[in-house]
């Protein structure tokens, strides 16, 4: 995480926050891809990376303003996606041990992820700058800022939303 974080800090100066994803382990206390671990790094260029700008209404956001000057897109959201996810499918750029997703993600003020589910998964969240505000269905809410890690482990299944609240960065 410390690589992603050190290289995202030229990219944005908004609710920006990397997000890793893995399949947890659902009957032992042993990860459940532990023994395909692997040591190898590859480094892999921004340039290279696929970079998605999904529909709002998606997520359950209103529609992108024509002009807002506080955002630095013009789409909400801005994600990297360092694996093969969502819409992206490259077969090169996939199958990375236990690890599902990396994602960059950049959040426009006053945008988030509607509520939405994830199970059998450790999510950890690193805020590269600005805030982003978490809610889930154990009761959890809490606003995370610029070097805040989260851990949240979905188990058997947890709902969670994550908006920059912000109206302005």
Not at 106 to 134: C, D, K, M, W
């Amino acid at each position: 995480m410390i690589n992603i974080a050190s290289a995202l800090k030229a990219f944005a100066s908004f609710s920006l926050f990397a997000k890793v994803t893995g399949i947890s382990s659902s009957s032992s206390s042993e990860p459940m891809c532990a023994h395909k671990a692997s040591h190898r790094i590859v480094k892999v260029p921004s340039s290279k990376l696929f970079v998605s700008e999904p529909n709002p209404s998606w997520f359950g956001n209103e529609g992108n303003p024509g002009y807002n000057p506080s955002w630095t897109e013009t789409n909400w959201l801005k994600s990297r996606f360092h694996f093969s996810f969502a819409e992206y499918n490259n077969r090169r750029n996939s199958n990375f041990g236990c690890i599902r997703v990396v994602n960059d993600d950049l959040v426009q003020p006053s945008r988030g992820f509607g509520t939405h589910p994830h199970a059998n998964q450790e999510i950890v969240t690193y805020i590269v700058e600005g805030e982003l505000t978490h809610q889930d269905s154990m009761g959890t809410k809490e606003t995370l800022g610029r070097g805040s890690v989260q851990f949240m482990t979905a188990g058997t299944g947890v709902r969670h939303s994550e908006h920059n609240l912000s109206e302005d960065k």
